[in-house]
């Protein structure tokens, strides 16, 4: 998977985690949407580094998916947790 497709791959998996949490993030959309994209980062590079599960070269892999949710769920979690859970 090149790089486009991660930052696809992360939109998604941060649309998915704010659907899994709602509420008002303090970062907004935007916000949400660069937690996704990290999340889908962070959630690749620790399957294939301490789970053992090589990242696929296929965008429709389901432990892909599954990772990269993962990981936007934990970021966006720790986003919360430092700065609040709703605006002012």
Not at 9 to 26: M, S, V
Request: glycine letters at 18%.
């Amino acid at each position: 998977m090149g790089i486009i497709s991660w930052i696809l791959l992360g939109l998604f998996a941060g649309a998915i985690a704010k659907f899994l949490l709602p509420g008002r993030d303090p970062g907004g959309f935007i916000g949400t949407t660069i937690i996704g994209i990290a999340g889908a980062f962070i959630g690749g590079w620790i399957s294939a580094r301490w789970l053992h599960h090589p990242i696929s070269k296929h965008f429709y892999d389901g432990a892909t998916w599954v990772a990269a949710i993962g990981g936007s769920l934990v970021l966006l979690i720790a986003y919360r947790l430092i700065f609040g859970n709703s605006r002012d």
